[in-house]
């Protein structure tokens, strides 16, 4: 292959992984586009449910003044409705309506007073009055006014000498004023949802207000304070849903952006990075062939130097204006200098041949000792495995046999049954080690609370073990950064071994705790203990002998391996205590602590639909 060729490949070479990175910088850019974008949404969001518990409070705060008047007090019915009559003077979209503790309305701005009112509301009064707190119904249609109303409910002060319950009723429709003229797309879709998942209020299409919205919509808010949700609308248009929560409410609010507006955008912006890196990779190409042409010629040159250099002292060539390629020029005019280097060279070639038949012989030898490793290890392996398949076998010959009763062939199914499972771990602790050594295991990870996750494990072995041991669990919540199912693993191992090395009628104890910004569990029993000898290789997988403690009781030696891997994978680390045989054993495991992520507020009770 020609030097050119290979400066060509090796621009390749390098534009390979700048591609690559390049695309996938491009593929950040356009996630990054995409976020912003959203999170400008949920600002909007943010805002938008803002609005509406400031509405929300400033009615709570009009009903108490009105709740707390001298009207009120003497039960001045005229007065009260007088009162909230010019209260509400200015807010055509909104009334007051006052009911007794049985849900009988006493009046309502709606109309004068002493007009006979329609309706009965619902237990909801009683409850509100006796509770002293603020309610906030869902979509309902007002007995009175026949529309969608919703309503804010403020028990009057039992010092009022009453049990009556003040209620400002609000058209629906005026919650569609409050996103109005904020910040809000004219293809975006803007709706307050109350808890039952009705529509309050839209933006668009209001004929769709007092209808369910979308089921996924309905079920991402129920099971997370805010969020986004990809779904098509009922207009019919794909859209993000960005959706939050009223905290005065417990109502949702949520903007559907369509999904073409936000992509369009990113994939701009992606779209000009994208030509600006095709751009330059042609400009590479172009460098690198010229450069190419003009080696080939330098490397021409030297080789006519070469050739001539038999026939006599050639010439002394022009200069090249490549380098290296004069340097090889002046080098052919010194051939004795040349000479004494490549014995020089030989020389250093030979002890470097001599340091790699070295290096050969210590790899033979390293060899040798993994073979004799490897070995051992099949040999342990077949003896592990010899003993369940024998046992599954004469199990499988008491099942075959005819006269075989009920008790015989149930004893054998539950020894192949535990046999099975003895032959399952083996083989998931050796997929596990060789997964983990290779660097294949990735961890999922996520906040957990770590010590439920404990309490889970004790629960479930608490039952395997069947009360052949007294357990003391005392484990906090404690949250990690970690893979539920691996750490669930490690758990599983630590109390295996606590029941595995534990006479019946011993004891095994689980604590947890926080320390330093550490999350530490440990897993104590008063079995048979660790020699010291053995303590300092107990988490070393595939040994034999008295340093394992699995060999005592059968089993790979790979538990014990597998909990330290994955307590290093997840940046923590476990240790091994024990005051020597049959003095009990405590495994410590360690990881780091992260803060515990917030919790959704639960929802209040729905209301019943008011009277109005």
Request: contains cysteine.
């Amino acid at each position: 292959m020609k030097a050119r060729h290979y400066l060509i490949l090796m621009a390749v070479a390098i534009l390979v992984p700048v591609t690559v990175i390049a695309g996938a910088g491009l593929s950040m850019l356009l996630d990054w586009e995409r976020e912003s974008r959203i999170r400008s949404v949920e600002s909007n969001a943010r805002a938008t449910a803002l609005l509406v518990d400031r509405e929300v409070a400033a009615a709570q705060a009009a009903l108490r003044a009105l709740g707390n008047s001298d009207a009120m007090r003497r039960g001045d019915f005229a007065e009260v409705h007088r009162e909230a009559a010019a209260m509400n003077a200015s807010t055509p979209w909104t009334w007051t309506l006052l009911i007794d503790y049985d849900g009988s309305p006493l009046m309502n701005t709606l109309v004068p007073y002493g007009t006979r009112l329609p309706g009965h509301a619902g237990p909801w009064v009683a409850q509100a009055w006796d509770s002293q707190r603020p309610h906030v119904s869902g979509y309902f249609v007002g007995a009175l006014s026949r529309k969608p109303t919703v309503s804010v409910d403020v028990p009057v002060p039992r010092t009022a000498g009453g049990r009556w319950v003040l209620s400002q009723i609000f058209d629906a429709g005026h919650f569609a004023t409050v996103f109005a003229d904020k910040g809000i797309g004219p293809d975006w879709v803007v709706g307050i949802i109350d808890r039952d998942g009705v529509s309050i209020a839209r933006n668009v299409n209001d004929t769709l207000v007092g209808t369910k919205a979308r089921p996924e919509l309905i079920a991402a808010a129920r099971a997370a304070n805010s969020g986004m949700v990809r779904h098509q609308t009922r207009d019919g248009v794909e859209v993000y849903d960005i959706f939050t929560h009223s905290d005065a409410t417990g109502w949702t609010i949520a903007i559907g952006v369509p999904v073409a507006e936000i992509e369009k955008a990113a994939r701009a912006a992606a779209l000009y990075a994208g030509l600006a890196l095709l751009a330059l990779m042609g400009l590479a190409f172009g460098i690198a062939s010229f450069l190419a042409q003009r080696l080939t010629v330098a490397l021409d040159r030297a080789r006519r130097t070469a050739e001539a250099l038999p026939l006599g002292a050639p010439a002394r060539p022009a200069p090249t204006r490549v380098h290296e390629v004069d340097v090889l020029q002046d080098a052919l005019y010194h051939t004795s200098e040349n000479l004494a280097r490549e014995r020089a060279a030989r020389t250093a070639l030979e002890s470097e041949r001599e340091a790699l038949l070295q290096g050969e012989r210590d790899a033979r030898r390293l060899a040798e000792a993994q073979s004799a490793a490897k070995d051992n290890f099949l040999a342990m392996l077949g003896h592990e495995l010899r003993n369940p398949l024998a046992a599954i076998a004469g199990a499988l010959r008491v099942l075959d046999m005819p006269a075989a009763n009920a008790q015989m062939t149930a004893h054998a199914r539950t020894i192949g049954l535990r046999q099975t499972r003895h032959l399952t771990r083996i083989v998931d602790d050796l997929l596990d080690v060789r997964r983990i050594r290779s660097g294949k295991v990735e961890l999922k990870t996520t906040p957990l609370d770590a010590g439920a996750l404990l309490l889970h494990c004790c629960a479930t072995r608490q039952v395997v073990d069947a009360c052949m041991h007294a357990w003391t669990v005392s484990v906090p919540a404690l949250w990690v950064d970690g893979d539920a199912t691996r750490l669930e693993q490690v758990f599983d191992n630590l109390l295996h071994n606590a029941i595995k090395y534990t006479p019946a009628g011993g004891a095994i104890a689980v604590r947890g705790r926080a320390e330093d910004g550490v999350a530490v569990f440990e897993v104590s029993d008063t079995g048979i203990g660790i020699e010291p000898a053995t303590l300092p290789l107990i988490f070393e997988a595939l040994v034999q002998g008295p340093v394992s403690i699995d060999r005592a009781q059968g089993g790979l030696g790979l538990g014990l391996a597998l909990v330290r891997e994955l307590a290093a994978l997840h940046g923590g680390s476990v240790t091994a205590a024990s005051s020597g045989d049959g003095q009990g054993s405590t495994f410590t495991l360690r990881l780091p602590l992260v803060a515990a992520p917030a919790r959704a507020a639960d929802p209040e009770p729905d209301a019943a639909a008011s009277a109005a």
